[in-house]
Every structure is written in C-alpha cells, then in structure tokens.
C-alpha cells in the first residue's frame, strides 16, 4: 500500500496503469537536476498510449522493500515481472491456478481498491485522536482519489500546466485545467477566512 501510495501520489497514475506497471519499464533518469536523482517509469494508459513519469527516491525505496517481501531483488538484471504484486497468495484453487511459481502475477485493478479500503479501515480504528471530520476525508482515499491529489499538489506548487497535463496523460490542457480551478477555490477560502479574521480584530482595536 505504501508503493501506491507514493506511486500515484508522484505521478498522478491510474489503477489500471500501476496494476500493469512493470520493473523492466522502470530505470534511473538521465534528466532529473543535479543532486536529486529521479527515476522514471513507462506505463500504457488510456486508449493505449504510452507515457513516462516520474518516481521520487522514496518510491523506489519503498519499492525495493516491497520485492524484498517477495523474496526478489529489485536490482537484479532487468526482467519480465509486475512492479506490484501480492507478497502473500490465499490457498483458495483459483488463486493457486493462477499465481503459479513460474508466472508472477500483478494485483488486479479492484484489488488496489480493497487494499486501499483496508487501510482506511485500520487507520480510523488505530488512531484515536481523528476528528469528524478527518474521518470523513480519510473515507474519500481512494487510489483514484491521490490522483487528483497530485494534480492538486502540483498546480499549488507552480509546477506548469502542460506538465501536469503530461504527467497525467490528459488528452485535453482543459481536463488539467480542474486543477486550476480547485486551486483557485482554496485560494479564495483561506483568504476570505483571513479577511474575516483581520475584521474581527479590527473590531476590537
């Protein structure tokens, strides 16, 4: 769950295009800046397209960890293999039908979302100190959900439109655009409760 986490919140993946994702399309950039090392990863996405993004230093740490789970080494000479996949296989017979020792198999897309709701669920009961509130946004998490998140993050944070738009492999810069606009209302809250705040205490100067 860790690797999804960091994976969609880089760049924005889908589930189908982490759930396919594989190690042999996954190496280090020779154009991150100077001093900060990036990896990058080619994924098929919508209508067949193939696109690289980004992955930060912590996502391949953390992916290094997950195939040490599964008993690979994530450095070894490249191979054929899913960059995800279940550290622990049920004995049900399908399962064991399909998860041969030959053939290593990816999640599947609806699986992301049981692992996701499997967190959420662990996280409410394990930390007691959330809010109503925080509760309620923690049940949005969703795979698809830091999507958006990092299209949120990135426009707040300067990163340019057509990048964003790349990154996410939007057809249209007006699809990306929502992410202007959702910075545009939080920009308009935080100032509109600023100004609330500096006339209150204005009025008891």
Do not use: C
Request: net charge positive; proline share 6%; hydrophobic share 40%.
């Amino acid at each position: 769950m860790r690797v999804l986490l960091l994976l969609m919140g880089d760049s924005g993946l889908r589930r189908e295009e982490v759930a396919f994702a594989m190690r042999e399309k996954m190496r280090p950039s020779t154009f991150g800046p100077a001093g900060e090392p990036v990896w990058e990863l080619t994924v098929i996405g919508k209508r067949k397209k193939e696109r690289t993004v980004p992955a930060s230093l912590a996502t391949v740490a953390a992916l290094r960890v997950h195939w040490q789970d599964r008993g690979r080494d994530f450095d070894a000479p490249l191979d054929s293999a899913p960059l995800l996949a279940p550290t622990v296989i049920p004995s049900t017979p399908r399962a064991l039908k399909k998860h041969t020792p030959a053939t290593e198999q990816p999640y599947s897309v609806n699986r992301l979302n049981d692992l996701a709701a499997w967190v959420r669920q662990h996280l409410t009961v394990e930390m007691d100190n959330l809010t109503v509130e925080d509760i309620a946004q923690l049940d949005q998490a969703s795979p698809h959900a830091f999507r958006h998140t990092f299209g949120t993050q990135a426009v707040a944070d300067d990163v340019p439109l057509d990048v964003v738009q790349k990154t996410l492999g939007h057809e249209s810069m007006q699809t990306t655009s929502i992410y202007v606009q959702a910075e545009k209302q939080r920009m308009m809250r935080e100032l509109g409760e600023y100004y609330a705040r500096r006339k209150g205490s204005t009025k008891k100067v």
